[in-house]
Nanobody, 111 residues
């Protein structure tokens, strides 16, 4: 399994941004985590295939995870961005208890 993330950058508070994760290989679940300096990587959103999405409390109602099967791509639509959403975002996938990670993409939200 290989994951290729894209879409990070700089955005003003209140703005929107969409992250993409192109997936090569079979997976059971896809998701996004984020990490800031000195802190552990934390779950943002996950989607088990055939299931409903799970979101961190801090992003509920603002972020949406989705998947386009035809394009083998997962997305994280982020609306109402806040400075505290600034982090390196990592695409994540799982296949039968094996975790896979894409490279991080930096999202910076200016106040």
């Amino acid at each position: 399994v290989q994951l290729q993330a894209s879409g990070g950058g700089l955005v003003q508070a209140g703005g929107s941004m969409r992250l993409s994760c192109e997936v090569s290989g079979s997976i059971n679940a896809i998701g996004w985590f984020r990490q800031t300096p000195g802190k552990q990587r934390a779950m943002v959103a996950t989607l088990f295939l055939g299931g409903t999405p799970t979101y961190a409390d801090s992003v509920k109602g603002r972020f949406t995870i989705s998947r386009d099967n035809a394009k083998n791509t997962a997305y994280l639509q982020m609306n109402g961005l806040r400075p505290e959403d600034t982090a390196v975002y990592y695409c994540y996938a799982n296949y039968y208890h094996t975790d896979y990670w894409g490279q991080g993409t930096l999202v910076t939200v200016s106040s």
